[in-house]
Nanobody, 126 residues
Framework: QVQLVESGGGLVQAGGSLRLSCAAS????????MGWFRQAPGQERDFVTA????????YYADSVNGRFTISRDNAKNTVYLQMNSLKPEDTAVYYC???????????????????WGQGTQVTVSS
């Protein structure tokens, strides 16, 4: 069965960095665009970034563009999110998700992602 397992979250000071990982199993990772979303308490789950099947195209929310970098290693069945220059407003649970539309493009709506991980907490202190 399809499984996505995030790791790498934690507590970091503002200006610091974290690297999240998403281990995928139960499907061929290169056949799907993968995305990261985040949800802060009391807020909607928002799009952060996505990467197409072999990493040729990436997409970022304006709020993280220039600070976050998504990458993937299909041979290791893993998607990564490198987060630099972290701000307190980046505090949220971060989720990895599979885009159901295949490997060639991405969408930002969470309804277009069919499998989700359990999430990993990222807390940025000021």
């Amino acid at each position: 069965q399809v499984q996505l397992v995030e790791s790498g979250g934690g507590l970091v000071q503002a200006g610091g960095s974290l690297r999240l990982s998403c281990a995928a199993s139960g499907f061929t990772l290169s056949s799907y665009t993968m995305g990261w979303f985040r949800q802060a308490p009391g807020q909607e789950r928002d799009f952060v970034t996505a990467i197409t099947g072999v990493g040729e195209n990436t997409y970022y929310a304006d709020s993280v563009n220039g600070r976050f970098t998504i990458s993937r290693d299909n041979a290791k069945n893993t998607v990564y999110l490198q987060m630099n220059s972290l701000k307190p407003e980046d505090t949220a649970v971060y989720y990895c998700a599979r885009f159901y539309g295949g490997p060639y493009y991405a969408r930002t709506a969470r309804t277009e992602y069919d499998y989700w991980g359990q999430g990993t907490q990222v807390t940025v202190s000021s």
